[in-house]
């Protein structure tokens, strides 16, 4: 079959490399991709929130089923500008219609679903700019840290731990009144702190059965030990030592059916991905929030370790037919890290040549803001490349990882040397 993958990062040259294994594939084309996507498929010049440029390559290149990469254009609506044109309804997609993405668009949204439908998840308020002068009132009685979320997409950097509730009310104020994050914090979330272990679970559903796939953690401060500004994600390990069968048997029964079951009764039809993030709060999980879409970098650890045909699964969710399908997941381990340009996640460098990707021989190389040049590879976005090493062994999966990440060479690079060490020390 063709397939269309729509996005342009690691994630995105993660799918192109497990979905280019499968004997299902025909064609991949990919937009807009990447220079990594461009070895495994075609890149196509238009971006993915295209929408009539996105209908006009279905029909082109005979499209069977197209796989939504990132959280905005599922946001947005491509699912069901898709469904709209009366001539593509046998096409598959893999994400939901704007309906069910509002799961991760709206904060508010997905707050009011957990407590609807029983999802456990930390106690929370929502404020507006007309609600601001109660909102700043009710930060004033809150325990410390305090957790303020923008409502919309941020990018992964509209969440702020506050320390004291001076810097609380700052950016509650900064939020609200500046619009530090534009429409994104026309509504602020303030939420309880939940002290704990944080882990990610993903989900593919076809919206009555679901499979789990591989769970992990994921790093999101730009420095060593967690220090620093919030940024996309700084790299991830898989699987993760506390994720116990009992843990992860909870996770089923108090939030991934509870989801599922929520979805069906509020008549939201769901065909795709639910990431979850967790933290494992005194053994019990408590939802952090939901994605729409597989998070990143953890797809780069996610994957290599699915070793059943993905396409054949996103097929199977697509159509509806999950429950025919099974899922094989490796015992190795996985460890995934990110180079970043010089300034990221503030304002960074662009536009710097790369060298050594040829010289990487023990990990997987995936593109994440880079682009093509007069023949060479350039970067082009905070997050450059993903490095992911796979080994029987955690340490030699860090080793190989870590390895790659000082292999690849441009100005102003940066990377974390601390990911998956915790892990490391939890298991020893």
Wanted: aromatic share 8%.
């Amino acid at each position: 079959m063709n397939v269309l993958l729509l996005g342009s990062g690691g994630r995105e040259h993660a799918f192109a490399w497990k979905i280019s294994q499968s004997p299902l594939l025909s064609q991949l084309y990919i937009a807009p991709g990447n220079p990594g996507t461009a070895q495994l498929g075609m890149n196509l010049p238009f971006g993915y929130s295209d929408f009539t440029a996105i209908v006009e390559a279905i029909r082109t290149h005979q499209i069977e089923l197209v796989i939504v990469g990132p959280e905005e254009p599922l946001v947005k609506g491509v699912r069901d500008f898709i469904e709209s044109q009366e001539d593509l309804q046998h096409v598959g997609i893999v994400g939901p219609g704007a309906l069910g993405a509002q799961l991760e668009g709206s904060k508010d949204f997905s707050k009011n679903f957990m407590h609807a439908h029983g999802v456990p998840t930390a106690a929370s308020k929502t404020f507006t700019k007309e609600t601001g002068e109660e909102g700043l009132a009710y930060l004033a009685t809150q325990s410390l840290p305090i957790v303020l979320k923008a409502d919309g997409l941020a990018a992964g950097k509209g969440v702020i731990i506050a320390q004291s509730h001076a810097e609380a009310e700052k950016a509650f104020k900064e939020m609200i009144y500046d619009a530090k994050f534009g429409e994104a914090s026309s509504k602020v979330v303030v939420e309880q702190f939940l002290r704990g272990i944080e882990l990610s679970v993903f989900v593919l559903t076809d919206g009555e059965n679901y499979v789990v796939l591989p769970e992990a953690k994921d790093y999101k401060r730009i420095g060593e030990n967690d220090e620093g500004l919030n940024t996309g994600g700084m790299g991830a390990v898989s699987p993760v030592p506390f994720a116990t069968e009992r843990f992860m048997e909870l996770v089923k029964q108090k939030v991934i059916e509870p989801t599922i079951q929520g979805l069906k009764s509020e008549n939201i039809p769901y065909q795709g991905f639910i990431f979850i993030g967790l933290m494992n709060h005194e053994g019990e999980p408590y939802v952090i929030e939901y994605n729409a879409r597989m998070g990143d970098p953890e797809t780069e650890v996610v994957l290599p370790r699915i070793e059943s045909d993905f396409l054949s699964l996103l097929l199977a969710a697509a159509q509806g037919n999950l429950k025919t399908e099974s899922l094989q997941i490796s015992n190795q381990y996985a460890v995934t890290t990110m180079v970043v340009a010089g300034g990221y996640p503030e304002d960074y460098r662009k536009g710097d040549i790369m060298s050594g990707i040829e010289k990487v021989e023990e990990a997987l190389v995936f593109h994440a803001g880079t682009r093509e040049q007069d023949g060479q590879i350039v970067t082009s976005g905070g997050r450059v490349m993903a490095l992911t090493g796979t080994s029987n062994t955690l340490e030699r999966a860090i080793q190989k990882s870590q390895k790659a990440a000082q292999t690849i060479q441009f100005e102003g690079k940066n990377f974390r040397r601390d990911i998956g060490l915790d892990v490391l020390r939890y298991k020893s």
